[in-house]
């Protein structure tokens, strides 16, 4: 499986060449754009059994693999990305940090590189994040759900500009 991205020019769709992870299996699961050269697109790479994050950036004219955090040996996930400026990103998702135990997986871009920005986790095992948008550095929302062993719930986090606090 391989990276497919496409690009609509206003009348058509076209294929636009996109770089895969190192491994056999590659999957994109989100975009975002804060300028015509300045997108992301997240998912994950791996070899059917390990699963690392997958970050590509657009700089206008083609996309590029970034190195990304990944905190699991065996899975890790990025579900949704969104860019506001050319320092400023977020991605979510999550990742396996023990013996079936998901932990949320939010990761930022600086404007340099990208890095893991701790989350909260309500559940003891089960804590998903499929979702996030930002409007400022100070303002940011991600959104997925938790498992408490007999129910699941919504799970919402805000950057308040220091910290992911569950809302």
Known sequence: METLIL???GTKWSRVSSPN???????LASTSGASP?????VGDYGDGVDYFTLILHW??????????PSPSAIDNELHSVR???TTDAWA???????????DTLIEHWNGHVWSVVDSPNPSATTNFLNGVVTTSATNAWAVGYY???AVYHT?????NGHTWVQQ
């Not at 799970?155 to 950057?159: A, E, N, R, S």
């Open 59 to 68: 700089n206008g004219t083609k996309w590029t693999r970034v190195n990304s």
């Open 7 to 9: 690009h609509w020019n």
């Open 92 to 102: 979510v998702g999550t990742f396996i940090s023990g013996p079936a135990t998901y």
């Open 83 to 85: 860019a506001t400026s």
């Open 37 to 41: 050269s300045n997108a992301w697109a």
């Open 155 to 159: 799970l919402i986090l805000h950057w």
């Open 147 to 149: 498992y408490d062993g």
């Open 21 to 27: 992870g190192p491994d056999i299996e590659s999957v």
